[in-house]
Structures are given as C-alpha cells and as structure tokens.
C-alpha cells in the first residue's frame, strides 16, 4: 500500500508519478513524437511537470459502447443496432492464446513493468534517434488502454476524436497520469481484459469479440494460435494490415507475431513455425448493421422502435440524452412482434403486391386490449434502391413516416355511427339519403360557431341507384355517403370530434381532424397503425389502448446489467361496451352481406371491418378486426398519383380498385395466418331489430365519392359501367408533395383545399 508522509505529502506512487515526470515524461514523450530539436526538451518538461499536477486525479471511463439487440416476443433477434459493433466480454473468455498474441507484440515486458517502461523508452529513443524519426514508441499497453478512453469517451465527435488521438506532449502528459492510476486501481488482468474489449480491429470491429467474429465467424474463446496473431497483428494498423482487403500484407504482420510470442517464450519455434505455414482461414462475417438488415420483413418495425425509443420521454428527458443512450448501447429489447403474425403479414404482402408495382401496400397488426403492435410489413422494402424506400408506410410522421397519412375513405364512418350511437340515435337510425345532396348547413362545432355551407358544396353517392331512405345498418353495410353527411348534421361536429379524440385518431403529421362535414367521408391523411388501434377498441367492447412495441429493455454496462423503464399501454373508455357492441354487430353486416364479403373470414371466426375506396381510388382501405386481433390494410402510391382503374396489382388485373377487392384479401389472409391455431373468442352482437325499407338493390361498393371542389369525395365527371352496376369516375387531384411534401395539404376538408371527401 502506498506510503503517505504526515500532512497528507505525497504516496509515494506520486512521488514516482513526479519524478517521472521530470526525468523520464520528456523521453517518453519523445518516443511517440518526434521534437524538432534538443532545446525543447528542458522546456516540454518543465511545461509537463506543471501540468502534470493540474490533471484531473480521476481517469472518466465511460461504458464501451455496444450493440443493441432487437428480438421479437418469442426472442428470436430481428436486427442489431450499433454505433460502435462490439461485445464486452470477460478476460476468461478470450483464448489464451489471443491473450499472449497482444501482450507479446504490443507490450512484451507488459507484466514486468509499470505504467511507463523505462527499457522500452530508452530503446524507442535510441531507434528513433537513429533513424532520425518516429521509428518505434514506447506506450504501454496500459497507456494504449487510456488513449482508447478518450477515443471512446470522443464518440463520433470528428474534433474530440481529432483531439483523443493528436501527436502532443499535453496528451502524452495526461496518459501517462492517467495510466499510473488505472494501475494501481485495476491491475495488469483487469487493464488486458479492458483493453482486448476497447481497441479497434477494423471492419466496424470493436474489441476482440467483435473482431474474431467478423473474421473467423466464431468466439474469441475459441481462437486458434494463427487466428489470434493475426487479430493481434491488425491492432497497429487495421488499414495497412487488413486481411479481407490486403491478405498478403496481414499474413507478413501475422507470421511477425508468431515470431515474437516464439521470442519472448510464449510458444515454442516449432508452434510458431507450423501456425506460420497455415493459411488465414478468414470465414468473413459482414456487418448487419441497422433495422435494414433486420430479418422477417421487420425494417420498418425495427424503425419504429428506434423512433419510439429515441422519441418518448419514458427513455430520458431530452432527445440528446435518449440519443446518447441509444449510441452507447448493450441494450437487448424484446418487442412484441409476434413471429407467427409477422409471417403472416409478409407471406399475404408477396402474395398480393409486387414490390415493383406502381402502388405499394402497408398492414399493421394489433392486439385489442393491449395495443401490442403483433405485425407490420409493407410491400416496398426497408432500403435505397429502386423500388425501395425508408418511409414507413404503417405509422404517423412522427415515427418515420409518410407527412400526413394516407386518406381512408368509408373506414372513417363507424368513428361517426358509433358517435351518434353515444348520443343515444338507435341502431335503426332513418335518414333519407339522397343520391344527391347539398352540405346540411349550419352545422355545430365543438367551439359553439357552427360549421356554414357558404358556396353550396355538394356530395353524393356512388351509383344513382343508391338513394334512401336508409337505416344504420343498410347504410353501413353499403358505405352510403349522403347518410353519414346527415348523421353529422343531426349529431353535430362535436360529438364525433370527441369520439376520434378517445379513439386517438389523428392526422398522419399528428394534428387534429378539422370540424368539417367532409370528415365523415374520410378526407384527412391517417395512418394505418392509427386506424388498426382505433378499431381494436371496437374489438375490445369500447376500451382504447395506446398502441406499443417494446415490451422490456435490459441494458449491460461496466459488467453489470440493469432494467430500464419502458411505455405502457394506457386504456381508456373510449365508448360504452353497448356502443361498440352495436358497432360490431353493424361492421359484421359488412363482411357478411356488404362491400367487405371478399375480406371475410371463412374458418368460422367473428369478424367485423369495413372497406374504404378514395377519390379517384388513389388510395383503398380495409380495416378490420376478431375479438383478438385488429388489421389495417392500405392500397395507394405514397405519392398519391396512381388512380387506381385498369391497373395491375401483384400481377392481377384490376378494372376498378375497391377497398374490398385488393386490401380486404390481403386483410383476410394476413389474420387467417396470423390467427391459425388460436382462440380469437366472440363478439358479443346486439339484436337490431328494424321494420322493412324499401331499399333498391344495387351494386355499390364503397361509395367513395367527392366534388371537385373538395368537399365531398363524390364522383362529377362520368361514370363507369360493370354489369348491372354504375361507377361514376370522379375527377380529382391532390396538391404535389400532400404525402412527402410541404404542408399545406389535406387539412381543410370542406373549407376546399382540393382534397376532397374521401369515404
């Protein structure tokens, strides 16, 4: 133990340190730079001894960097994330071999000396005196271990890397004071051990675990004596000697080591010899660096949890402090991907949509009664190519995706139906529903200064035939525009804006749905993990749940492991258990005998959903749910400049593109596997018991419909004859850039910002 004088003098490990630093720091100094002449000597050590005792006592060392691991809810890993690629493991773990490799060509007398070599100065002088330059240098292992520190503690900071590695007498100083004290703290195993963990292989490599598994695909426990001296080898120079890209210059550095762990007694010439005559036997592992290397389709999902992780507050109070924790690492997250589910959404996606097609589709899972997001896929992969993108198609802007969402049409209507069902309108609710009609005017906003048709904006039907009266039912089941317009102007604005509020639905860039009539059509952007989560509370007899995707975090530093605090999902009443009810029995309809019977499911099980088709079928929805499992399906150019007529899709041809004919079989085979060989319960269905209507019998699908104006979604300019049914084609542009541009479009519905209605 160190001696101290009375007084509180100096140990005298100090008085070494100073010692040091008066007659050996100026040679070491000397070794690792080369001073232009013999006069600075007296001064770089005067200077070093007074800076000397102003550094710091303490060396900060900061955790080593780390993967992240992503799993999904069964633990099988979805990617790897990381600043810096490197495994932390203990000294027990490395080959021997790999241990002696360093030691010998890095620092032979490492065990020998202490935090400065004497011997080893005194030698790189003489060298590098005679060669007139910086031929050799005299940093121990120790002081190379520091160095790492301020490299590590730099991060990705171009200056503070600049500064951590520059060639000054300042630096020299401060790891030299540094490495008296890291050895007398941690001893020569512990230094070994940190410094076989910190110090860079090349290849994205950090530390030696990282290093033999980037070269040789295994453990460094399990390191041969060839494959250990040519890791050791790289340390000097990962560039010059470099295996995958200069193999012939790696095998000259490789046999150098084996030659000197011979020298220095740590095997013999004859094990040196024989491992000099073996090839490199490189078995090279590429970096899988990011969620887009992620496996089972789950990019985007990967994605999304480094936005939630790097946005919510759950995980730091600032995003510079979640930032700093996510490139710092050794985290291991399980989500709550559900591995069944997922291959379910990617098999239905590859079956149905080609990723070389003009449109692209995106469906999201999620489970009512947690929020758990189960599964999330789209048709355009998770990259930078042709036919590639880095926008989430599945979620808001605020978690990397499109600007605003994506306009839903129809699937809007049961937000409105079950509002009015709160305000106490049965479920054989009349309206007269025209084909054709104006905006209802006034109409009550939440504000008290009602809603006023001012130019005489009008709406209709898909088909002329569709006309009423309507009841609830009927209307839903055939996606009767003029209905729902009037439902609102019965209800009022207000209590509809309540409803999406307790359901959390908002516009993809995250504001509120405007008080406008034309929401009831489906006009706003909204995307489809929003939409899915909002028809889970029907699924979950009212109760709302804030959609979530991590379920535990586990984060190693400094050898020890730690839980961090991760969101919950937070439920809430959204409606009364009759209300959704009422709800589930109506979209039932849809599936069964209405424009969704191509998304119904055919193994028996309760299903509910409804199909939504927007202007110019430049987008087309399903949106649909089981007691246990609720799916999104959206169909569209993220552009919005495809309309969907004559157009292949997933190589099958499509005249007319409706919500239920290409999102509704995606929809149904996505939950059918998603759901095989699980209990998904049922739904608890409310008689509605109404005298007959006369009711025209007719074709319409969703009756998605918009002027031109922007109001309604309805159809103006022709029409479109199948069979015995009439599609008028409605004519309708949205403004460049609505999705991934500026924003100024899709906000105003009926106040006329050529967005349109979209049922």
């Not at 301020?150 to 951590?164: I, L, R």
């Not at 191509?598 to 949106?623: C, I, M, P, S």
Request: aromatic share 6%; with cysteine; proline share 6%.
């Amino acid at each position: 133990m160190p001696n101290k004088r009375s007084g509180g003098g100096l140990s005298v490990t100090q008085q070494a340190a100073k010692f040091l630093g008066v007659s050996v720091l100026a040679g070491a100094v000397m070794a690792g730079i080369a001073l232009p002449a013999a006069g600075a000597l007296g001064l770089a050590a005067k200077g070093s001894v007074e800076g000397f005792d102003e550094i710091p006592a303490n060396l900060k060392r900061p955790p080593l960097s780390q993967r992240t691991t992503i799993l999904d809810a069964k633990g099988g890993q979805l990617a790897t994330v990381y600043s810096r690629d490197r495994t932390v493991v203990e000294l027990k773990n490395i080959s021997p071999y790999m241990q002696k490799a360093i030691v010998a060509i890095e620092d032979s007398r490492f065990y020998e000396h202490g935090a400065i070599d004497l011997k080893g100065v005194l030698r790189a002088l003489n060298r590098n005196a005679q060669s007139g330059g910086v031929a050799e240098g005299a940093s121990t292992l120790t002081q190379q271990y520091v160095k790492n520190v301020f490299v590590e503690e730099a991060g990705d900071d171009p200056t503070k890397v600049a500064q951590a590695t520059q060639q000054t007498i300042g630096r020299k100083v401060k790891e030299l004071k540094f490495a008296i004290q890291v050895e007398e703290e941690l001893g020569k195993k512990k230094i070994l051990e940190n410094y076989l963990n910190i110090t860079f292989f090349g290849q994205q490599a950090y530390g030696v675990e990282a290093g033999s598994r980037r070269y040789f695909s295994k453990s460094s426990k399990d390191l041969t004596l060839a494959e250990a001296a040519l890791l050791a080898g790289i340390v000097q120079s990962p560039t010059r000697y470099d295996p995958v890209n200069d193999p012939a210059e790696a095998t000259k550095r490789r046999n150098t080591v084996l030659q000197r762990m011979a020298e220095v007694g740590d095997i013999s010439p004859q094990e040196a010899d024989a491992a000099q005559e073996k090839p490199l036997g490189l078995k090279v592992s590429q970096p899988k660096n990011g969620c887009i290397a992620a496996v089972k389709g789950a990019g985007f999902f990967c994605k999304y949890v480094e936005q939630e992780f790097l946005g919510n507050p759950v995980f730091g109070k600032t995003r510079e402090a979640r930032t700093k924790i996510w490139n710092q690492g050794g985290l291991t997250i399980r989500t709550t991907l559900d591995p069944q589910s997922q291959a379910s959404v990617q098999a239905s996606i590859k079956e149905h949509v080609y990723k070389s097609d003009s449109v692209a589709t995106a469906v999201t899972l999620v489970e009512p009664g947690t929020g758990k997001i189960l599964g999330m896929g789209q048709s355009k992969p998770y990259g930078y190519g042709k036919n590639e993108t880095e926008i989430n198609y599945s979620v808001g802007n605020d978690r990397g995706g499109s600007n605003f969402g994506f306009p839903t049409g129809s699937t809007f209507k049961p937000f409105v139906a079950a509002a009015a069902l709160e305000e106490g309108r049965p479920a054989i609710q009349e309206y007269s529903s025209p084909y054709e009609m104006e905006y209802p005017s006034p109409v009550q906003t939440c504000s008290g200064k009602p809603w006023v048709n001012l130019k005489g904006e009008k709406l209709e039907n898909e088909s002329e035939s569709e006309k009423g009266p309507y009841r609830l039912r009927k209307a839903m089941e055939l996606s009767v525009n003029t209905y729902f317009v009037q439902m609102i102007s019965d209800i009022g604005l207000c209590p509809v804006v309540k409803m999406t509020d307790a359901l959390h639905v908002t516009q993809g860039n995250g504001d509120k749905l405007p008080e406008v009539p034309a929401i009831a059509l489906g006009s706003k952007g909204i995307s489809p993990l929003t939409m899915a989560s909002a028809y889970a509370a029907f699924a979950s007899r009212g109760m709302y749940c804030t959609p979530v995707a991590i379920e535990s975090i586990t984060q190693k530093a400094n050898g020890q492991e730690k839980s961090l605090e991760v969101p919950k999902s937070t439920c809430s009443r959204a409606m009364s258990e009759t209300t959704a009810d009422t709800v589930n029995t109506l979209l039932r309809g849809v599936v069964d005998s209405g424009t969704g019977q191509e998304a119904g499911l055919t193994d028996g099980r309760d299903n509910a959903g409804k199909t939504g088709t927007t202007d110019e079928r430049r987008n087309a929805w399903f949106v649909g749910y089981t007691p246990t499992l609720s799916g999104a399906v959206w169909v569209g150019s993220a552009m919005q400049n495809v309309k969907m007529r004559n157009i292949r899709i997933g190589g099958e041809y499509h005249e007319l593109v409706f919500g239920g004919a290409v999102p509704g079989p995606i929809w149904k085979d996505a939950m059918t596997g998603a759901l095989e060989g699980k209990e998904s319960g049922q739904f608890n269905l409310v008689p509605i018991v109404e005298p007959p209507v006369q009711q025209p019998d007719n074709g319409d699908e969703d009756g998605d419909n918009g002027d031109n104006n922007g109001n309604n979604g309805g159809t103006t300019d022709g029409s479109t004859t199948d069979g015995n049914t009439t599609f008028p084609t409605p004519s309708f542009s949205l403004p460049e850039g609505f999705i991934q541009g500026n924003d100024n479009g899709g906000n105003n519905g009926n106040n006329g910002n050529n967005n349109g209605g979209f049922p």
